[in-house]
């Protein structure tokens, strides 16, 4: 089993939609957990972390943790074609200050 | 904050031919990462240091890859001899221990 599990997608949605990232993960002592979002041909940026389970929200992002599922995800409201992109979700496993990043899902949002 | 500072942003070299790449982390920040990206593998880590000691290189693929930190605001990655194989964005990435931020990165081919 691959430590970050993620769907590669694409995932297109019509814009203003939402749109319904997930994650799971391996480790189960991993206590911090980030989405990052990556533009063609630039780097990784943090927009989210969540380290308690439930809900945590920024705008239209709404970070979701289950540690008994192993499972996070990402939901965007009112999708806009400026969110296309990849997002990559990265636990922190064991708490040793590294990120293991997912192969990311592609986001597409059309017009 | 310039934030963290990779040079050069593009490199071209010959098979053989010895690459290094270097990084400026954010000042204040005492982990940097070293991080490989790939269609076929995505984003994995190298190597990390903590307070310019390596942590973990168990991701550093070869012999012909090393990196070293000789102070806390200066980073190495080296490779000698290149392969065709090594072509990547190779990301540099500093953090105080809530998220990390990323370089530009370097494109690196060997032709």
């Known amino acids: 089993q691959k430590e970050v599990e993620q769907n590669s997608g694409p995932l297109s949605v019509p814009e203003g939609a939402i749109a319904s990232l997930n994650c799971t993960y391996s480790?189960?002592?991993?206590?911090?957990f980030f989405w990052y979002r990556q533009y063609s041909g630039k780097s990784p940026e943090l927009i989210m972390s969540?380290?308690?389970?439930g809900d945590k929200e920024d705008g239209r992002f709404t970070a979701q943790l289950n540690k008994a599922s192993q499972y996070v995800s990402l939901l965007i409201r009112d999708s806009q074609p400026s969110d296309s992109a990849t997002y990559l979700c990265a636990p922190e496993p064991s708490n040793t200050g590294k990120l293991i990043f997912g192969q990311g899902t592609t986001l597409q949002v059309k017009p | 904050d310039a934030g963290v500072i990779q040079s050069p942003r593009h490199e071209v070299t010959e098979m053989g031919q010895e690459v290094t790449l270097r990084c400026k982390p954010i000042s204040g920040h005492d982990y940097l990462f070293w991080y490989r990206q790939t269609m076929m593998r995505g984003l994995e880590l190298l190597i990390y240091?903590?307070?310019?000691?390596?942590?973990?290189d168990s991701g550093m693929p070869e012999d012909r890859f090393s990196a070293k930190m000789p102070n806390a605001s200066f980073s190495t990655l080296k490779i000698q001899p290149s392969e065709p194989r090594d072509s990547a964005v190779y990301f540099c990435a500093s953090s105080s221990g809530l998220g990390y931020t990323f370089g530009s990165g370097t494109r690196l081919t060997v032709v």
């Open positions: 240091f903590n307070n310019n000691v390596p942590i973990d």
């Open positions: 480790d189960r002592v991993s206590q911090s």
């Open positions: 969540i380290y308690s389970n």
